[in-house]
């Protein structure tokens, strides 16, 4: 099982990115599916995540600015950030929902004011 986050970079705060997580070795619409993030001295969180009938959850403070979402065909898991702030700035993973032992390098967001 491989799970590869990319998308991050460093932008200024109400900008946007797209991250993208490839999986490899089960299939994600299949799977109850998530996007977590882990801030320097804090704990990794669930921030998004998407079931494997197509619901979609958030935590409130990103609701109206983030969306998670799945290309079934290429096994895919996106997730769409707007209006960044600098709170967002973290190490961004993908996982499944509970998630599995193995995590993979995380894309960093880093977000300037």
């Known amino acids: 099982v491989q799970l590869q986050a990319s998308g991050g970079g460093s932008v200024q705060a109400g900008g946007s990115l797209t991250l993208s997580c490839t999986v490899s070795g089960f299939t994600l619409s299949f799977e109850d599916m998530a996007w977590y993030r882990q801030a320097p001295g804090t704990q990794r969180e669930l921030v998004a995540e998407?079931?494997?009938?197509?619901?979609?959850d958030y935590r409130d403070y990103i609701i109206g600015r983030f969306t998670i979402y799945r290309d079934v065909m290429k096994n895919i898991l996106y997730l769409q950030m707007n209006s960044l702030k600098p709170d967002d700035t973290s190490v961004y993973y993908c996982?499944?929902?509970?998630?599995?032992?193995?995590w993979g390098q995380g894309t960093l967001v880093t977000v300037s004011s």
């Open positions: 998407l079931s494997r009938y197509g619901t979609t």
């Open positions: 996982n499944s929902k509970p998630p599995r032992p193995t």
